[in-house]
């Protein structure tokens, strides 16, 4: 008799493993390459068989929305630190969604369009926090346009740090002077009390978290 050859059960698709799918996709590749047919690719599936889990692309972005913000709300629920120590357990929880969101470099472009239910949750919590440390929930709602995008990780900056690279050559800052006499004088600064730093270039987190500090304690003062 022939031996049936043995193999591998096939793991059936679902939503999860096509959102789980597209996010290594788009971590690995940027959001760009997220396509359909990449993903059944993926999976070892066709790509209109992905459409029984998610309808469209745009459920399928609202979908890894809400796998990264579950992946955020996992990680700050994990904080152990007293609710009368506010400031410290608000400012782990910013820091932690930070390091998710920096896993996923791509995030940002959709939080800034789209929500979900866990984008909530986390902003409930967020304000539980604060209102347990003694801050009115006026102030806390004054706190959250304070932060904005800062309480899920990440800002909009006023220079984009990929657009270039290397220290302002001091001819071109010669050249500046008298049309932007401040923002040369500050680079200059800049330059000499840190020579590997650069207005636009600059330690991304050290400057996060530097805003971070200043609207935590200007918070606590108004508590």
Not at 77 to 85: G, N, S, V
Not at 132 to 155: E, I, K, N
Not at 156 to 165: C, I, K, R, W
Request: one cysteine or more; proline letters at 4%; aromatic letters at 6%.
């Amino acid at each position: 008799m022939a031996m049936q050859a043995n193999s591998e059960p096939r793991i059936p698709l679902s939503r999860d493993r096509v959102l789980q799918a597209a996010v290594a996709i788009a971590d690995a590749d940027g959001l760009e390459s997220m396509t359909m047919r990449r993903i059944g690719v993926a999976l070892g599936a066709e790509a209109m068989s992905l459409y029984y889990h998610v309808a469209n692309k745009a459920a399928l972005l609202d979908g890894i929305v809400e796998l990264v913000m579950t992946e955020i709300n996992d990680a700050v629920d994990q904080i152990d630190l007293p609710a009368a120590d506010w400031k410290q357990a608000t400012r782990r929880r910013i820091l932690l969604a930070r390091e998710v969101m920096l896993r996923h470099p791509w995030a940002p472009q959709l939080f800034e369009t789209r929500t979900s239910p866990a984008v909530v949750v986390y902003h409930d919590r967020l304000v539980g926090l604060m209102h347990t440390g003694g801050l009115s929930y006026d102030l806390a709602h004054h706190g959250l346009h304070a932060l904005g995008s800062r309480a899920l990780g990440f800002s909009q900056e006023l220079f984009d740090p990929s657009a270039g690279a290397g220290a302002v050559p001091d001819r071109m800052l010669a050249d500046l002077a008298d049309q932007v006499p401040n923002l040369v004088g500050m680079l200059s600064e800049v330059a000499h009390d840190d020579p590997d730093s650069t207005l636009g270039w600059c330690d991304d987190q050290a400057e996060f978290e530097f805003s971070l500090d200043l609207i935590l304690d200007g918070l606590d003062r108004l508590r």
